[in-house]
């Protein structure tokens, strides 16, 4: 079959490459270079464990504390309120314990097959060069987050990761070179991370590439079915058909379902980082501040402090107030830092459940998502594209893809 994946992050060249392992001619589009936008500024993590959702069952009593305390890493502007309120409902409405364990439940199943989803094209991709096996750490500055966060402990030890609580000496024996704010830590194993994203996406493109996949760098401009069941895609430099095409734009991708026929509640929420040279190395893993929801992240090209979430504009323009509070929490806990040489900001795909949207339109039996994944992305890529690759060549999964289907959307 002839196939277009339309978006090129991780989740789109990984789709692509698993297209190319069940034999299919495949076309990758994307306006933007692959694996530059959320897939290259992400905190770098293949995050096992992080099947508990942002929209827990406490987060709906700590929103007010996490609306207006100024350490809180959550920013909302105010300039787009009234579009994002109806969504920010609909994700308080899904803290509810029935919807919270739903989406634990089927965010557990992804994350337990990971690393089927990877192991294979990083292998072919050679990718090792670009990833550490250091487990990832978290540290909470405070007991009572920490109490709160331990509760789910057990819930994250499902997806087949151990975890082992670390006191403040502990920590410190681990990670000398920071400045010890916590109170208690947690270390997961079985938890891995990249040193430089952007070099992960470059080699799984290669790859592609080298099993006979295209890339056009190209923006899709609309997608029709033709009288022969074929799919029509409009670009900015021609046209041309497909007897499938599966929707990996991230949180561009409502600007494809218009042409289709669903609707998805998909949000930007847009995530910062800072990179800063001369702390290159200063850590072994990336640590997670819990509570100012900040990673720091040992890159190849220094340490890199990101995270926090932010409902603003889908444009590149930087909120000051974000880049002042991911310094603040970098000066605490690394307080020799300089000013950071480098800044970013991109848009994560969020859903107001928190699970992904993967697999068949029911609107179109030829088109297939495969988008939504929010904060873990970079953790679920090949997971969901070798799940909806086999949805597409064999019709026929390792995985029951209802729970995460467009149609549990009522609009």
Not at 143 to 157: G, H, M, V
Not at 270 to 282: A, S, T, W
Not at 325 to 344: G, H, I, M, Y
Request: aromatic residues 12%; hydrophobic residues 35%; contains cysteine.
């Amino acid at each position: 079959m002839k196939i277009a994946v339309i978006g090129a992050g991780i989740v789109g060249i990984s789709s692509a490459n698993w297209l190319k392992k069940y034999g299919q001619d495949v076309t990758l589009y994307d306006m933007n270079d692959p694996g530059s936008q959320a897939s290259y500024g992400n905190a770098g993590t293949y995050a096992k464990y992080a099947n508990i959702p942002t929209n827990s069952s406490s987060y709906f009593y700590l929103f007010p504390y996490l609306l207006l305390n100024k350490n809180s890493p959550l920013f909302i502007s105010l300039k787009r309120l009234n579009e994002t309120f109806p969504w920010i409902i609909k994700y308080l409405s899904n803290c509810r314990n029935e919807k919270v364990n739903h989406t634990v439940q089927h965010l557990t199943t992804l994350l337990s097959h990971m690393d089927d989803g990877y192991e294979d094209l990083f292998n072919e991709a050679n990718v090792e060069n670009y990833i550490s096996r250091e487990s990832i750490m978290y540290g909470w500055s405070t007991k009572l987050f920490f109490n709160a966060a331990k509760r789910d402990f057990s819930k994250r030890e499902e997806t087949g990761v151990k975890i082992t609580t670390l006191s403040r000496d502990d920590i410190s024996d681990l990670e000398p070179n920071i400045n010890n704010i916590f109170y208690k830590g947690a270390l997961f194993e079985g938890s891995y991370f990249a040193k430089n994203p952007i070099k992960v996406s470059e080699a799984l493109m290669k790859l592609f590439i080298k099993k006979g996949g295209k890339f056009k760098k190209e923006k899709v401009i609309s997608i029709k079915k033709t009288e022969t069941n074929q799919i029509n895609i409009k670009t900015s430099s021609g046209e041309s058909l497909h007897d499938r095409v599966v929707i990996t734009s991230g949180v561009w991708s409502n600007d494809l379902l218009k042409h289709i026929g669903d609707k998805v509640p998909l949000e930007a929420e847009r995530g910062y980082h800072l990179v800063n040279p001369e702390l290159k190395n200063i850590v072994k893993r990336p640590i997670s501040w819990q509570e100012r929801g900040t990673y720091f992240t040992p890159m190849s090209d220094g340490l890199r402090t990101g995270g926090i979430v932010e409902f603003g504009a889908l444009n590149e323009t930087k909120n000051e107030r974000v880049l002042n509070f991911l310094n603040r929490a970098l000066k605490e806990v690394f307080p020799s830092a300089d000013l950071p040489q480098k800044t970013w900001v991109g848009f994560r795909p969020s859903v107001p459940d928190s699970l992904p949207v993967i697999g068949q339109s029911p609107k179109n039996p030829y088109i297939y998502y495969n988008f939504g994944h929010q904060h873990i992305g970079w953790s679920l890529g090949g997971i969901s594209g070798k799940l909806v690759a086999q949805q597409i060549c064999a019709n026929n999964t390792d995985l029951d893809l209802s729970p995460y289907s467009v149609k549990r959307f009522k609009l």
